[in-house]
């Protein structure tokens, strides 16, 4: 049985929703604080330890989900799991915690995103290189049931060459979700940037190596929703992405995987690309729709 960490996030969706998959959940208590219901349990592995600078809100995660320990330092975990979870808690700067798993080596997952800061981003994935730490960060849209149904026959629409991907929310907190269901379909080599939108309203034009353009949409005030179009030369297909308890757990089962064999399940190079597209579709907004080019 693998020992998880979960570090981080306890008053927010993710941590809640990983620690229900890992570990199962008392129903009656979940519903009365308002946490997700999901269904899927995963097997092999379990939330073991806890932590969260509100230690209130991590006892009630490890009450509801029956977590062993909750720790007064989350250094206190390291030697006692075999890997961890960095939860995002919405501040963007729940990175900074996964420092010290990383320099112990640990198999560490950094939820989404990796960090508001290109510079950072690369700090993070240079130590985790340097401890030899087995590293994955992403959207949990990367792993959804749609995409992965879409990959499958991706050959029926031929050569895509263009295509638009939406989401609600924030350019960077939010906009990774429907960036990366994008970025797994067309993949990497983005040359350039363009934000043609303004500050809660972007719209994003992607320009890859090879020439082809495709459409980034991120808009704070529309409804939830992961919706992408892909065109290609034989034809075109509409994803709508809508199983979470999918996307969530088909992720955790990748990383529970890099656990196990300590091996990434894609390169951290292509979680780079994927920041620096969208830090810098925010300065292109901010330098009234500029082309940026991607370092």
């Known amino acids: 049985m693998l020992k998880i960490g979960m570090v981080g996030g306890a008053k927010a969706w993710h941590a809640r929703s990983f620690s229900e998959m890992l570990n ?42 029956g977590i062993d320990k909750v720790v007064d330092e989350m250094e206190d975990m390291i030697g006692e799991i075999d890997g961890v979870i960095i939860a995002d808690d919405k501040t963007m700067q729940h990175q900074k915690r996964a420092i010290p798993f990383l320099k112990a080596g640990l198999p560490t997952f950094v939820d989404k995103p990796l960090s508001p800061s290109i510079e950072e981003a690369e700090e993070v994935i240079n130590l985790a290189r340097e401890y030899k730490a087995p590293f994955m960060s992403c959207s949990a849209l990367r792993y959804a049931k749609e995409v992965e149904e879409f990959l499958a026959k991706k050959e029926e629409i031929g050569d895509i060459l263009t295509g638009n991907s939406i989401c609600s929310g924030d350019l960077i907190f939010y906009g990774i979700h429907a960036m990366e269901q994008l970025y797994v379909c067309i993949g990497p080599g983005i040359r350039s940037v363009q934000n043609v939108g303004d500050e809660g309203r972007d719209i994003v034009i992607i320009t890859k190596e090879d020439g082809r353009k495709f459409i980034l949409t991120v808009y704070k005030e529309i409804f939830y929703l992961f919706q992408m179009n892909l065109y290609g030369t034989k034809g075109w297909r509409e994803i709508r992405v809508e ?36 830090v810098l579709a925010r300065q292109s907004a901010q330098k009234k729709g500029e082309t940026i080019y991607i370092p």
């Open 24 to 65: 199962g959940y008392d129903e009656d208590l979940a519903r009365q604080h308002k946490f997700p219901l999901y269904k899927t349990k995963l097997e092999g592995a379990r939330v073991t330890h806890i932590w969260d600078p509100d230690r209130e809100a991590a006892e009630l995660i490890a009450k509801i989900c």
């Open 243 to 278: 199983d979470s308890d999918y996307f969530y757990s088909n992720m955790l089962k990748a990383f529970l995987r890099m656990v196990e064999t300590k091996e990434p399940p894609f390169p951290a190079e292509e979680t780079l690309e994927i920041i620096k597209t969208l």
